[in-house]
Every structure is written in structure tokens, then in C-alpha cells.
């Protein structure tokens, strides 16, 4: 029976966890994520979810031991924030050149030096080039159906890869909302058992990730490449299945709203694109014709959706809740770069916003679209990044 | 105990492994597969045998092989074994097999969190108290005096005791080996294997490319290593110390042959003054004062941790 609950983000990855039948979970605390692998170990250590909890002594070791866990042969999960996945950074690369399809939340968090425990993306978009698939989340719902999902992307033979499951440190990982957990039986349904390339097994030895020479480097290489482009097919299709059967989906690549005969596109990723949703109604009202686009998957990278998208739209507004210092946000560069083959394309406004936890409401955003606006009257973006709320 | 006539004829490291003329590692692996058979799963490090192992797509290893990241061999045995459990499968006798560097530096972190959390594997540190495999850098496994690529003119500082770590984790089984002493090793992997909870057996494995000797030496070497004193062959179980033979005998200095015999026959020694020679001898017989008292009936009854 499926049932609603009242809980936190935090607590629903851990549900989500159970209900993929996860075998071997190994995870080291990190605020704000702790309240994830609490959540794991209470249901472990009360018999509700059959699985191993390996409580490691380092992130690294964490991922090293969801490595072992995976190829020896079963589901695994483990979740971390900011300077833990940070610490992950090489074992992220060992996971997806292993072609392992592990699933890990990763709770947003700003990276420091300065501390701070609050959410930006600095942390998952430094590990873009990982071959990990990337997900973020914009409630509560949507991070359980998205783990779900992962693991039925991520154990697909045409992709064999690992995946983040982002979401926002505190305003989703410790604010409770009403979430639907599907009934059991349906997601047995949805997610067969664990399914992988390779598993290291005794009656069929081989040594597996030995020394590559550069005749072979290049081609394994490729492959990721080629499973990347293979799951940006597969998730929307993914998605609408998810659809039929639970009456829930997102998008696929890109949750899109009222992008049609749209002026202006704001372009977001997580939490932001609820309150992008809320500002498009509002300067609607106003007779202004704005859409939002909140990207969903960031790696594999939408770039033919951003493509068609931008066909009708005369300018983007892109909020990056990240910067990369000495250019600008990985949102405006990545857009920029999918249009850069367009015959006829839209102006393109990067702002920077949200960083360390600053807050990053509807206002805001309608803000930013009127400047946009205002920039696409002109003809021509003032400032190429715009640094939201900066005290001077 | 098995004497070196009944080690079982099956070979699973394979003809046309990459190992060195004279290598010890080597030798010792071809031992860990005698006594452990081919019910397997191994994970290895950066280390010398990522090369020994041959490149893709070929091995030299009849066992399934993780290769993994230089500093986690332990938590990524602590993953197999729990998936293993999971399964059903622990008949199935998960091993870490790394270097020195890779044990005793990089990868000491990832190994104490495995031990500590009582992970069901065996760890072999097969150590050749160098960076071998990068062209012999010192690591804290480097004994004082010796020569390597980063302490030209010698290491000024002592070799990190690295089985007494293992031991101060009251684990059920530590110990000591060479592959100059293959029964004794063969002997003590079985132990470990019927054994539940973390085992960690060291192995000085003697190095002709770092160490600077002929490669028809290897076992001499090894052997003169154990009869000056300067590796002691021991076990401890459940926390109850034991030297082995022929250590065991060595308690009494007369009975040791002097340091400088083993030092004299290796080239990273060379340049060594006759007082790093005495201070050598005097840190050796400093080891054996302990290694007595750890042995003697006092000390072996009030074992650091029982059987419980």
C-alpha cells in the first residue's frame, strides 16, 4: 500500500534507499547530511531493510567500500555533502571507470574555506567530469522518485554508470513535506533486482581495472561517453514510465513551465526552480512572457532540449547557485555552449546567486527577469554576470 | 600444519607475470595462492603488483582481482565482505594485498577502520620498505640508514612498527613472515583463513632493485633478516604473543648473527658509518629485550585481549 508521510529529505533518501532493496550501505557523517544515514541505520538495525551498513571512517572510504559492495555483487548507497564528496573526488572516478552503478545523495552544501554548512552547488558541480550522472531535485517527492529512477537508469546495460541524487542542504534536506512512498510491490515492479557489467566471482576470474596502455585508454574512455549519451535518451523515457505507473514525473532532462512563446527562459537547477515557477505566474499576470527551465539532469547535459528551448525565446536568464572563479557560472557556460551552433540565438544574462545558503525567492527571481527583459529590449546584455544581492 | 612436501601442486599465479628477477613479493604470492587456494577474491593497491599482474587484457592471477585506489584496500575489502555476508558467500576468503606504502603510510587510515570494525578479511602487507613500484621513494616502512631515491645519503629516522599497530586493534590474528620461510608463512595464512574477524600477517619480502643485491640472493637475504634479528618471525593470537621458529630460538644475543652481516650484503647499506651500525645493533637488541618479555609466561598470561 502506498502511503503519505510528513518527513524531511533527509529521511525520505533513506526511505527511498529501503525501497531499492539497497543491500550495503557504507557512509561517514556530514552536516547536513547525517540525518540520511540515521535514518539508514535505524532501519537496518530494526530489521525493516535487509541490508549491511558499513559506518566507514572517511568519505573516501566510503566510496571505496560501495566500490567493493557493487562489484562483489550488490546494490549499494551511500550519501555525503560538500567537503566529504570532496574528499570522494578520486574514488568518484574508480566508481564510473568501473562502471559501477552506485546511487549517492548528495546534500548541497557550500564548500569552504570559509565553514559554512549551508547550501550552494559548488560541491557536486566540482565533480562534473567524474562520469557520475547528476540529478537535482526541487522537493521533497521528487528526491524519492529521482532515487528510485537512478538506480533503474544507473543498472540499465546500455548505461552502467553511477549517479547523484542532489539536493539543497536544509531548505529540502531538513524541511518536511507531505511525500506519496509507493507501494512496495510497484516498485519491485519498476527496479528488478541489482543488475551490473562484471561482478567479481571465483568461478569466472579475471583481474578487473589493471594497468590500461594507451591503446586501450582511449576507448574505454569513449565508452562512458557513449553510456552518458545513452542514458540522456533513456531518462526521459525512464521518467514517463515512472509516470504511467505512479503518476508522478518530472521532465525527463528538464522540468520545463510555460516555455512556450516565451520571451524570456530562466534557467535554474534545484529548489530555485519552484520559485522561478512561482515568479513566471506572477510577471505572467504582469502580460509578461516568461517560462521557466529548471535543469534536472545536469550530466548527461540536455543540450538538443536547451537547443529546442531556445528556439522561440529571445533571451535566457541563467541563476547559477555556484560560481567557477575566473569566468562564470557552469549554467551560462554550458548554455552558451549548446547555442553556439544556433543559427539565430537568443541573448544569454548569467546571474550569480544563492551562494553559502543566501536565500533565492520568487522575488528575486522576478528581479532578474525584468532586468533580463529590459536587456533583451536593448538588444544587448549589459553585464555578462550579474552577482545577485552583493553588498557593496 | 602442512610441511613444504604437501603444499598442494595447483599454481594460480600464472607463468608470465611481470614480477622482477629475484622479487620477493613475487614469491610470496605464489605462497598466499598455496595456502589459500583459488576460493578468492583479492584486492590490490597501487603497488608493484598492479605491474606483476600483467596489463589488460591479460593477468597472471587465477583469482578475481579488484584493483583499487592506493590508500583504500581496507574499506574496499570491508565492502566485498559485506556483500559477500549479504549473499551468502563467506566461504569465500576476501584478502588486501598491498605494498608498504600503501599498508603502512596512504593506506593506514582505510586499514585501522577495517580493522576496527572487525571486517572478515585477511591484509598482507608485503613489505619492501620502499616506494618500489614508483622507482624506490622512502616510506615510514624504510629502515633508518637506508638508501632510496628521496634519502640519498640515507633515512635518518626508525621503521614504523606496523604488526604492533595491527596488534594495539585486538584484532584475532597478527603476524609475521618471509618468504624465505615458506612454511611458516603457508602455515600462518591457513590459521588466518579459519580464523573470523580481521587478520594481518607482514611480510618482509626482500627487493634485489631496491635493496641493491644480486637476484640470486633473495632467500639468503631473507634468511639472514631473521637470523640477525632485524625481522622477527612471530604470531598473536587472540592477543597471546609467540615467536616461531626460528626466531624463537634467538631470544639469547649469542644466538644472533650481528646486524652488519645483513647489512654488509646490501647495497642501500653502503654507505653506513660504523656507529649507524652499532646504533643499528643496539635498536635490535632493544626489539628482542621486548619481543622477551612479550613472550614470557608473565606477559603471555595477561594477554591484551581474550578470546571472549
Known sequence: ?392 | MVTIKEFPKEEYLLKGHAACAGCGPSIALRLLFKALGNKVIMVVPACCTTVIQGPYPYTSFAVPLQNMLFEATGATCSGIAAALKIRGLEDITVVGWAGDGGTVDIGLQALSGAAERETNFIYICYDNEAYGNTGLQRSGATPYGAWTTTTPTGKKERKKDMPLIMAAHKIPYVATACPSYPVDFVNKLRKAKEIKGTKYIHVLAPCPTGWRYDTSKTVEIGRLAVHTGIWALYEIEYGRFRLNPPSDRLIDKSKRKPVREYLAMQDRFRHLTEADIEKIQQWVDMDWEYYRKLASSECSDLTLHGKI
Open chain 1, 1 to 392: 500500500m502506498a502511503q503519505i508521510i510528513i518527513d524531511t529529505a533527509n529521511h525520505i533518501a533513506g526511505y527511498a534507499a529501503k525501497a531499492a532493496r539497497v543491500r550495503v550501505v557504507a557512509a561517514y557523517p556530514i552536516t547536513p547530511q547525517t540525518t540520511v544515514v540515521e535514518k539508514i541505520a535505524e532501519f537496518v538495525e530494526s530489521g525493516e531493510m535487509d541490508a549491511e551498513y558499513i559506518r566507514v571512517e572517511s568519505e573516501h572510504s566510503a566510496m571505496a567500500a560501495c566500490i567493493g559492495a557493487a562489484a562483489a555483487g550488490v546494490r549499494t548507497f551511500t550519501a555525503t555533502s560538500a567537503h566529504g564528496l570532496a574528499l570522494m573526488h578520486e574514488a568518484l572516478h574508480w566508481a564510473s571507470g568501473s562502471r559501477l552503478p552506485i546511487v549517492m545523495a548528495v546534500v548541497n552544501r557550500a564548500m569552504g574555506a570559509p565553514w559554512s554548512i549551508w547550501p550552494d552547488f559548488s560541491d557536486s558541480l566540482s565533480q562534473r567530469d567524474t562520469g557520475w550522472i547528476q540529478f537535482y531535485c526541487a522537493d521533497n517527492q521528487e528526491v524519492f522518485d529521482t532515487i528510485i529512477q537512478a538506480y533503474r537508469i544507473c543498472e540499465d546495460e546500455r548505461v552502467f554508470l553511477p549517479a547523484m541524487v542532489c539536493l539543497e542542504g536544509f531548505i529540502l534536506s531538513h524541511t518536511y513535506m507531505p511525500v506519496k512512498i509507493h507501494d512496495q510491490e510497484e516498485i519491485d515492479a519498476f527496479l528488478p533486482p541489482y543488475r551490473s557489467g562484471w561482478i567479481l566471482d571465483v568461478n569466472n576470474p579475471f583481474s578487473h581495472a589493471n594497468l590500461v596502455s594507451p591503446e586501450w585508454y582511449m576507448e574505454f574512455r569513449y565508452m562512458i561517453q557513449e553510456a552518458m549519451e545513452n542514458a540522456k535518451q533513456l531518462i526521459p523515457e525512464i521518467d514517463k514510465e515512472y509516470g504511467r505507473r505512479f503518476g508522478l514525473q518530472y521532465g525527463g532532462l528538464i522540468d520545463k513551465y510555460k516555455c512556450e512563446n516565451a520571451d524570456l527562459i530562466i534557467c535554474t537547477m534545484g529548489t530555485m526552480g519552484s520559485e522561478a515557477k512561482i515568479a513566471v505566474d506572477n510577471l505572467r499576470k504582469e502580460g509578461l512572457k516568461v517560462g521557466a527551465a529548471r535543469i534536472r539532469v545536469y550530466r548527461p547535459f540536455p543540450v538538443e532540449e536547451i537547443r529546442n528551448i531556445a528556439e522561440e525565446a529571445s533571451i535566457i536568464a541563467t541563476i547559477d547557485r555556484h560560481i567557477s572563479f575566473g569566468m562564470e557560472g557552469f549554467l551560462a557556460s554550458e548554455i552558451k555552449a549548446s547555442l553556439y551552433h544556433m543559427e539565430d540565438k537568443p541573448l544569454l544574462a548569467g546571474f550569480i546567486a544563492g551562494l553559502g545558503g543566501r536565500d533565492v525567492t520568487f522575488k528575486t527571481i522576478e528581479e532578474i527577469a525584468k532586468k533580463s527583459l529590459k536587456w533583451m529590449k536593448a538588444g544587448r546584455v549589459e553585464k555578462e554576470t550579474v552577482w545577485v544581492d552583493l553588498r557593496e
